[in-house]
């Protein structure tokens, strides 16, 4: 093989694809892949103290609007939905409540099986009435904002599910 014919095959097959995926993101043809369901927050966002040691690594959260109506009860049903349908790793999230405004309830419960803490806070920024995923240092990775429509909120709980399932899988525990 002489130099020319090697020189060429190396341009053909180590410089075209090359240059063809340049001009391929050059030209706006390739869209990336979304990989979360949820909305990242931009800066960082310190919602609750760290949590213990001992507890569990992920907290989902509820920011209550002032008044809580049967559409704040599905929301808390629907958490509770997604708590359970984690299985084993159900003992690595935490559900809560914030609340705005001061409330003589200390939990809320759809059912009697499980209790979820409602904590006065301030949520200043944030918009009531969205769920948010809160890591183990009190960090705000991922809101949802919640549908109007309660009918919608099984492919909300699925949205939900499966990004905790993506963080838990690839957590490495309290660092």
């Known amino acids: 093989m002489n130099k020319q014919r090697f020189l060429s095959l190396f341009l053909l097959v180590g410089v075209v694809p090359l240059l063809a995926a340049f001009v391929l ?49 599905a929301v808390v049903k629907l958490m509770q939905q997604i708590d359970l349908a984690l299985g084993r790793k159900q003992d690595q999230l935490d559900l809560l409540v914030l609340a705005a405004q001061p409330t003589a309830l200390t939990s ?20 009531a009435g969205s769920l948010i ?21 099984p492919l909300l709980g699925k949205d939900v599910m499966a990004d905790l399932q993506k963080l838990m899988k690839f957590d490495r525990g309290p660092v």
């Open 25 to 73: 993101l050059k030209t706006g043809w390739y869209q990336s892949g979304v990989n979360n369901k949820g909305v990242w927050y931009q800066q960082e966002i310190r919602l609750l103290p760290a949590s213990e040691p001992n507890s569990a690594h992920w907290r989902l959260v509820y920011l209550q609007p002032d008044s809580c109506d049967s559409h704040c009860q």
């Open 108 to 127: 809320v419960s759809v059912d009697t099986k499980a209790q979820i803490p409602i904590i006065q806070s301030t949520f200043a920024g944030l918009p």
């Open 133 to 153: 995923i809160v890591e183990h240092h009190g960090l705000a990775l991922l809101h949802y904002p919640l549908p109007p429509a309660v009918e919608r909120f």
